[in-house]
């Protein structure tokens, strides 16, 4: 798993210098009751997918770029880790049935997007080597599509009624719970508690990122972009 944070682009070379300080003030998380710098891991993205069309298309293109061109072959390199394999009880890796597989559905709904909105292409340094991400701009936002759907995760993504659902809730439990808990709450057939953990986590990433935008774009009052780049760890 890796954290993504926002990268924030201004036409402006006056607000460039702003970045850090507005970043702090409006993009953060309020985890357990303390205050983060706002994240994504990148594995949350690919459960989010199974229910929403829109959001999880612009993460997966800010984190691993266009998926065309030149950039093609590592976009679809950089999307394994938009899925993940899991281990059920026996510890054994598996494919999930989950598992992100780029689409026509996909490349349509990006297409889509292309038209609704002007988005860049910008390269960013990482790991000493410079590699391309899409740059969306805030006007993303605006979309009645993407509002929508932070709306519906507002009211929780997964349902305990949903047997898909639940199969899901299973495959992630042991993002959010120890071991033991696990198999006690498998023993009990009541993937309930992990759905509510997901659902308050993902209803976190969206809400907290948008209105981190929107009060960005009220403030600067002109148009930005934003991607998402790997976070930097101290040495």
């Known amino acids: 798993m890796t954290e993504y944070v926002v990268e924030l682009l201004f036409d402006k070379n006056n607000l460039e210098s702003l970045v850090t300080k507005l970043k702090e003030k409006y993009l953060w998380l309020s985890i357990f009751g303390k205050r983060y710098p706002w994240f994504i891991i990148n594995s949350d993205i690919g459960p989010m997918r199974t229910k929403l069309k829109y959001l999880p298309i612009i993460f997966a293109t800010s984190i691993a770029g266009p998926p065309e061109g030149d950039n093609q072959k590592r976009f679809f390199h950089e999307l394994n880790f938009l899925s993940y394999d899991v281990f059920i ?54 979309l009645d599509e993407v509002k929508d ?64 935008m929107i009060n960005i774009w009220k403030e600067v009052k002109t148009d930005f972009w934003f991607s998402l780049v790997p976070k930097k760890h101290e040495k």
Do not use: C
């Not at 709904?109 to 000493?128: A, G």
């Open 149 to 212: 759907e932070i709306e519906r995760a507002k009211m929780g993504l997964l349902s305990i009624e949903n047997e898909k659902d639940k199969k899901l809730a299973w495959e992630i439990s042991d993002w959010y719970f120890e071991r033991e808990e696990v198999k006690k709450m498998f023993k009990e057939k009541n993937a309930g508690p992990i759905i509510e953990r997901y659902n308050e986590v993902v209803k976190t990433y969206l809400e907290s990122l948008y209105n981190g």
């Open 89 to 142: 009880f026996d510890r054994k890796l598996r494919k999930s049935e989950f598992k992100w597989e780029w689409s026509k559905e996909d490349q349509k709904t990006y297409e889509e997007l292309k038209k609704k909105v002007e988005l860049r292409i910008e390269n960013v340094v990482e790991y000493s080597s410079y590699f391309s991400h899409v740059f969306w701009p805030v006007a993303v936002f605006n």
